[in-house]
């Protein structure tokens, strides 16, 4: 019984959810966002949205609560929002944006330049005797994830210094190095 799926999704105030056929509009005032579905049912009821399987089967089982938590992640979403925060750690690594544009100094000869989709809202935050800050504020949760996944991988935090972008919060797992 997948515990996950069984829960409805509550639906708060000035939120509203379409179920059409086989996908699922939600609006809210952050944005619309739009899931299809197959393999369970959808349904509203009692003001929150039910997922039901019609049957245990191992491939309606794993569904039941993948579509759950995709269509939890969008009503929260276009509610409040998400948020990731990237801490660049490192001497001389900064970060600045104009407008959609992320501009990265990471220690390469160049520095990056990315263009990030319209949808997430950038910030960068320097402040003196701290780390730059990049954050990603979206209605889309996956797509907050991938863009912040995309800026990680320019430069992975390595073991040794701890230099490298991380998120923030990230423990990361130092080692000894070698010893004199």
């Given amino acids: 019984m997948s515990r996950i799926g069984n829960n409805p999704v509550a639906v708060p105030e000035g939120v509203t959810i379409e179920v059409n056929d086989n996908l699922v509009t939600v609006k809210g005032k952050h944005g619309e966002l739009t899931q299809e579905f197959s393999g369970v049912q959808v349904a509203m009821e009692d003001g929150s949205l039910m997922v039901k399987r019609p049957s245990d089967s191992k491939e309606h089982k794993a569904k039941h609560g993948l579509y759950r938590s995709l269509f939890l992640n969008m009503v929260e ?54 780390n730059p800050i990049v954050k990603l504020t979206s209605h889309d ?33 130092r080692k000894a190095g070698k010893s004199a």
């Fill in 77 to 130: 979403g276009v509610s409040k929002g998400w948020t990731k925060e990237l801490e660049l750690v490192g001497v001389g690594y900064r970060a600045s944006n104009q407008g959609q544009k992320l501009d990265l100094a990471l220690g390469f000869s160049h520095n990056i330049v990315i263009d990030i989709a319209p949808e997430v809202k950038i910030e960068t935050i320097s402040e003196k005797g701290k």
């Fill in 141 to 173: 949760k996956q797509l907050v994830g991938q863009v912040a996944a995309k800026i990680r991988a320019f430069r992975k935090p390595e073991p040794y210094k701890g230099k490298g972008i991380r998120f923030v919060g990230e423990q990361i797992r």
